[in-house]
């Protein structure tokens, strides 16, 4: 079975530009989270979608958006980026109601000069 | 909204040597999980703990979770250099939220030869 798999793996941007990233759950998962880890620190939760809606946000700014496609799959928009946006961006998933824990990507790493 | 410390941030040790790291929320939460990202690596889920007082053991790993629900700990017995990575604690509260889960700090662990 694969796991949750995330691209790019890397993404460079300047800023004020956007920037797109995408995450596919594993098979049979409707559940997808978004967090933010910026470098040696924690993760922060930006966004959890469910069903192909949007269930809950982090305390991030609007100019952090993202949507779920029908088949679960995600996608994280990041626009006027700003330096520090540049962080590691972990999908994870989950089945709702299933196993507790949530399967993570291996993330993308924003970097934004 | 609801926080989660970690404590201690780092800890270095010596193969062999005992591992402890604590996690207190500061609102008491249905569950807590418990994940490991190895360096350069993403969050592995652990196990979970739901029950006031539950005690879980996973080999030299042992998770205790309050009975007030509200702190949390890992211990490692005889530490390896494959314990090597941070640990992180996430609390589910009980009302609001729905699925998110809120990551602690994290503690991580160097281990010496």
């Known amino acids: 079975e694969a796991g949750v798999t995330q691209s790019p793996t890397h993404l460079i941007k300047t800023r004020g530009q956007q920037a797109t990233l995408r995450c596919s759950p594993i098979?049979?998962?409707?559940?997808v989270y978004w967090y933010q880890q910026a470098l040696g620190l924690g993760l922060q939760f930006l966004l959890w979608?469910?069903?192909?809606?949007?269930?809950n946000r982090g305390n991030f700014p609007p100019r952090f958006s993202g949507r779920q496609f029908p088949n679960y799959s995600s996608e994280l928009n990041v626009n006027a980026l700003e330096l520090e946006d540049s962080a590691l961006y972990l999908c994870?998933?989950?089945?709702?109601?299933?196993?507790?824990?949530?399967?993570f990507g291996s993330g993308t790493r924003l970097t934004v000069v | 909204g609801q926080q989660v410390m970690q404590i201690p941030q780092y800890q270095h040790v010596q193969e062999g040597e005992d591992f402890t790291t604590y996690c207190n929320s500061s609102?008491?939460?249905?569950?807590i999980q418990w994940y490991k990202q190895r360096p350069g690596g993403h969050p592995v889920f652990l196990i979970q703990?739901?029950?006031?007082?539950e005690v879980k053991k996973q080999k030299r790993l042992t998770f205790q979770f309050g009975e007030a629900k509200k702190n949390s700990s890992l211990h490692i017995t005889a530490t390896q250099t494959t314990d090597v990575g941070t640990y992180f604690c996430?609390?589910?509260?009980?009302?609001?939220?729905?699925?998110?889960?809120?990551f602690g700090t994290g503690t991580q662990l160097k281990v010496e030869l």
């Open positions: 098979s049979g998962h409707t559940s």
């Open positions: 996430a609390g589910r509260g009980l009302t609001g939220g729905g699925n998110k889960l809120t």
């Open positions: 609102t008491t939460l249905s569950n």
């Open positions: 703990l739901v029950k006031s007082g």
């Open positions: 979608y469910d069903e192909g809606e949007e269930r």
């Open positions: 994870a998933s989950r089945f709702d109601p299933g196993p507790a824990g949530y399967t």
